[in-house]
């Protein structure tokens, strides 16, 4: 059965703390794997990862991807209030997304 | 270029009474995909359509629920004789590809009286 798991399912850190955000996963034909930041609205698309061993960087936020280990990490550097929100690890498979409960996090000023 | 579309963003219904949520996917995509979100729940997966066929409707309700995403025109997610249960956020997103990046809509409420 397919499935993602992300730890910790919630999180509270201060502002400019670092956090790692941990997703695994097990889907039939894997395709690649997502990662969301979703407020109180529709998800937003941070990164797509295909390939092992390549990090994806966008401003303070990383992403890489282990096709072995079935297993991605999000990190996010000096995080700001506004990095509150849930991260959701989305691995596809064909024709399918999976959608976990993501990880809440919350950055306290 | 327009991002993805859902209209209505709010919708409110009595019991008994249909609902429909319209989405318009981003220009060039052809795959659309349904999602049911409750409060502090994850996204559900409902159904995956291309243009003019259902290819998975696996997470979609057998009874009272429907689809569509004709030739022309908005995708159209259709709930019969809504019950409290339905009251959700059901989000619309489209890709390019069939496995490619989703893009989100800003999602339709509903809410059932």
């Known amino acids: 059965e397919d499935k993602v798991v992300q730890s910790p399912l919630s999180l509270v850190v201060h502002e400019g703390d670092t956090v790692t955000l941990n997703c695994s996963y097990e889907?039939?034909?894997?395709?690649?794997l997502l990662w969301y930041k979703q407020e109180k609205k529709a998800p937003t698309f941070l990164f797509m990862l295909?390939?092992?061993?390549i990090e994806k960087k966008s401003g303070r936020l990383s992403s890489i991807l282990d096709k072995k280990e079935l297993f991605s990490i999000l990190n996010i550097t000096a995080t700001q209030t506004g990095d509150s929100a849930v991260y959701l690890c989305?691995?596809?498979?064909?024709?399918?997304?999976?959608f976990g409960t993501g990880t809440r996090l919350k950055v306290l000023a | 270029n327009a991002g993805v579309m859902q209209n209505p963003r709010h919708l409110v219904r009595r019991r008994g009474q249909e609902a429909r949520l319209r989405c318009s996917p981003m220009?060039?995509?052809?795959?659309v995909y349904w999602y049911r979100q409750l409060p502090e729940e994850g996204l559900k997966f409902m159904v995956y359509l291309q243009k003019e066929n259902i290819i998975d409707e696996s997470g979609m309700p057998k009874e009272r629920f429907s689809a569509e995403f004709p030739k022309e025109g908005p995708s159209i997610l259709r709930i019969q004789q809504v019950v409290r249960g339905d009251s959700a956020a059901y989000f619309c997103?489209?890709?390019?590809?069939?496995?490619?990046?989703?893009?989100f809509g800003e999602g339709s409420r509903l809410t059932v009286l």
């Open positions: 889907v039939t034909n894997f395709r690649s």
């Open positions: 295909t390939s092992s061993g």
């Open positions: 220009k060039g995509h052809s795959h």
């Open positions: 989305v691995p596809s498979g064909t024709y399918k997304y999976i």
């Open positions: 997103a489209s890709s390019p590809t069939p496995e490619g990046e989703l893009f």
